[in-house]
């Protein structure tokens, strides 16, 4: 049976400029291309889930603009449901305008928008999805007080809720206590416990720590290492796939949206699951960009099957 997903977060559209060398100060420099992509952790993470062929939904805002309208476009060209997608009438879509010179090198700056103006009022339908759903995952894109009443709702419905508290900020104490899986990497882990994750034995402790939070179940994702899991079943490190990375951008929310659309709610198949999800994110990373880098459910197959 096919996962339910919701995803509450981010929507950026991601403008790159392809520039021989960055701007000086007060310099005006002409930029060879121009590209746009649809992009925002939130909005990646639902595609992974829904390319993985979960039933997924969407939550979040966009403005009244060409932006909002080309993101939930590219949404639902993968499917997702884009019903609780709410239009901010103040605030523009989230874009992230990226330089990118001749040497690979980047320079980003990002505007929240909606996705930063976002209140409450985005959950004010989102009950009858709570009610259907499996799974209920944010980000720190986004409010975290929306996502703490978010997850508050949902777990009153039986939901199983997944934070992945990037980028890395200080932690709003309750929304842990509403959290039953968190997933950082590891420098986001260490941001929110004070642990230097080192060894196994920092793991337990990151564990220990966020237990004793609320959350009961940490993933921490190690780039090319793998995955450190510690669960009420067990804990463990699942190796990472080897392969040659050309771009890693998006290989934590493709992990994340593969990963849910795998597991038990009580995570009894984690170790099976992390094995999929990161089949999913090693075919990422072998590709330039971010959704369009993200692999549907039969390429992960396929390539589990080699
Ligand atoms: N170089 C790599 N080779 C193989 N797999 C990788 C590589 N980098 C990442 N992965 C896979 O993706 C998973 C998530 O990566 P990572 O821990 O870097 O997350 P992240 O820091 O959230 O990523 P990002 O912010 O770049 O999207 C890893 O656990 C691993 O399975």
Same mark, same amino acid.
Request: hydrophobic fraction near 40%; glycine fraction near 8%; charge should be negative.
């Given at each position: 049976?096919?996962?339910?997903?919701?995803?509450?977060?981010?929507?950026?559209?991601?403008?790159?400029?392809?520039?021989?060398?960055?701007?000086?100060?007060?310099?005006?420099?002409?930029?060879?291309?121009?590209?746009?992509?649809?992009?925002?952790?939130?909005?990646?993470?639902?595609?992974?889930?829904?390319?993985?062929?979960?039933?997924?939904?969407?939550?979040?805002?966009?403005?009244?603009?060409?932006?909002?309208?080309?993101?939930?476009?590219?949404?639902?060209?993968?499917?997702?449901?884009?019903?609780?997608?709410?239009?901010?009438?103040?605030?523009?879509?989230?874009?992230?305008?990226?330089?990118?010179?001749?040497?690979?090198?980047?320079?980003?700056?990002?505007?929240?928008?909606?996705?930063?103006?976002?209140?409450?009022?985005?959950?004010?339908?989102?009950? &009858?999805?709570?009610?259907? =759903?499996?799974? !209920?995952? *944010? /980000?720190?894109?986004?409010?975290?007080?929306?996502? %703490?009443? $978010?997850?508050?709702?949902?777990?009153?419905?039986?939901?199983?809720?997944?934070?992945?508290?990037?980028?890395?900020?200080?932690?709003?104490?309750?929304?842990?206590?509403?959290?039953?899986?968190?997933?950082?990497?590891?420098?986001?882990?260490?941001?929110?416990?004070?642990?230097?994750?080192?060894?196994?034995?920092?793991?337990?402790?990151?564990?220990?720590?966020?237990?004793?939070?609320?959350?009961?179940?940490?993933?921490?994702?190690?780039?090319?290492?793998?995955?450190?899991?510690?669960?009420?079943?067990?804990?463990?490190?699942?190796?990472?796939?080897?392969?040659?990375?050309?771009?890693?951008?998006? &290989?934590?929310?493709?992990? =994340?949206?593969? !990963?849910? *659309? /795998?597991?038990?709610?009580?995570?009894?198949?984690? %170790?099976? $699951?992390?094995?999929?999800?990161?089949?999913?994110?090693?075919?990422?990373?072998?590709?330039?960009?971010?959704?369009?880098?993200?692999?549907?459910?039969?390429?992960?197959?396929?390539?589990?099957?080699?």
């Amino acid at each position: 049976m096919a996962k339910k997903i919701a995803v509450l977060g981010s929507i950026n559209v991601d403008t790159t400029y392809h520039v021989q060398r960055f701007p000086m100060p007060g310099e005006t420099i002409s930029a060879g291309s121009k590209s746009s992509a649809p992009g925002g952790k939130g909005a990646n993470q639902a595609v992974a889930a829904a390319r993985s062929g979960a039933k997924t939904w969407f939550i979040g805002m966009v403005g009244a603009d060409n932006e909002g309208k080309f993101m939930r476009e590219a949404l639902q060209e993968d499917h997702v449901d884009t019903k609780l997608i709410g239009i901010d009438e103040l605030h523009g879509t989230g874009t992230a305008l990226i330089t990118l010179d001749a040497e690979g090198q980047n320079d980003i700056m990002v505007y929240g928008g909606a996705n930063q103006a976002m209140t409450t009022e985005v959950l004010k339908n989102a009950d &009858a999805v709570f009610e259907e =759903i499996d799974f !209920l995952i *944010s /980000q720190f894109e986004t409010p975290q007080a929306v996502t %703490a009443e $978010a997850f508050k709702q949902a777990k009153e419905h039986g939901v199983t809720t997944i934070l992945n508290p990037a980028p890395a900020h200080e932690i709003l104490p309750e929304l842990l206590q509403y959290t039953d899986v968190v997933i950082p990497n590891d420098s986001e882990s260490f941001v929110l416990t004070g642990i230097k994750i080192t060894d196994e034995d920092s793991m337990l402790k990151s564990a220990e720590w966020f237990k004793q939070q609320g959350a009961k179940n940490l993933l921490i994702t190690l780039g090319s290492k793998g995955v450190f899991y510690c669960t009420p079943h067990g804990h463990g490190m699942v190796p990472a796939f080897k392969v040659k990375a050309v771009d890693t951008t998006a &290989a934590g929310d493709t992990f =994340i949206g593969a !990963l849910a *659309s /795998q597991l038990d709610n009580d995570l009894s198949n984690v %170790a099976d $699951a992390l094995v999929y999800a990161q089949r999913a994110s090693s075919l990422t990373v072998q590709k330039m960009g971010a959704m369009p880098s993200i692999p549907t459910g039969e390429e992960v197959k396929a390539a589990l099957a080699e």
